[in-house]
């Protein structure tokens, strides 16, 4: 199987923004815990990126309280 192209969906949705709203945090408070730049964050909430690194994801899951599976899951 080719691997996806860039213009492609991945299948995965990120719940960023719904567990932000339900932890009454902003983009730029979830951004200082982390350290992560806010474009970056915007980019995983907006489902666009392409890769995300373990040590990122762990960090998001510490900040928000959830697991993996709350922050990503499947689209179809």
């Given amino acids: 199987m080719a691997p996806a ?5 991945t299948g995965i949705h990120c719940r960023l923004d ?21 474009v970056n ?7 666009r990126a392409r890769a995300i690194r373990y040590s990122t994801l762990a960090a998001i899951c ?9 922050l990503l899951v499947r689209a179809d």
């Fill in 5 to 9: 192209a860039d213009d492609e969906a």
């Fill in 18 to 38: 719904a567990l932000l709203i339900e932890r009454g945090m902003t983009l730029t408070r979830l951004s200082e815990l982390v350290g992560v730049s806010v």
């Fill in 41 to 47: 964050l915007s980019v995983l909430k907006n489902d």
């Fill in 62 to 70: 510490a900040a928000l309280d959830c697991e993996v599976g709350d």
